[in-house]
């Protein structure tokens, strides 16, 4: 099955699409992770292969049209992120994948959650109502890659 990933927004690699590309590499399918970072993006010749699968993830509220002008343009995808809905999740089966970072060959840091939650609730942020209270979530030896 072929499968593609749009980053809509962010410049560091986004870690549920990456958990995505994990899972579905698991599973034998073909991943192909793009980025649109505007709406003419998603047009000139975007969806010349059209993928079985395709999921989309937004961090920010504005970025919303741009999640908008996707789901016109190919209404069949899954889009998600804080972004967009702050209730969804990932399916836990692909909430546990350790993340594939062979989309973003550049990157050499490690990216994951040692916790989740706040327990501060500053006007701006929307982590508390994401995610609640704060509680453990993966030890650092969990999401370490090793050096660099």
């Known amino acids: 099955m072929r499968v ?3 980053q809509l927004d962010g410049k560091l690699p986004n870690l549920a699409l990456m958990r995505l590309a994990a899972y579905h590499r698991g599973l034998g399918d073909s991943v192909e992770l793009r980025r649109a970072g505007n709406a003419t993006s998603l047009e000139r010749g975007f969806w ?7 999921y989309a993830s937004t961090i920010f509220e504005r970025t919303r049209p741009l999640a908008e002008r996707l789901l016109e343009l190919h209404p069949a995808a899954a889009v998600g992120g804080t972004g967009w809905d702050l209730t969804a999740r990932l399916p ?19 990216i994951g959650f040692t916790q989740r939650g706040c327990r501060l609730r500053c006007s ?25």
């Open 4 to 6: 593609l990933l749009i």
């Open 48 to 54: 010349d292969d059209v993928p079985e699968l395709v």
């Open 92 to 110: 836990i089966d692909v909430e546990k994948c350790q993340p594939d970072y062979s989309d973003y060959p550049s990157f050499r840091q490690s």
């Open 124 to 148: 701006f942020c929307v982590v508390p109502r994401k995610e609640g209270k704060n509680r453990p979530e993966s030890a650092i030896a969990d999401i370490w890659r090793g050096a660099p």
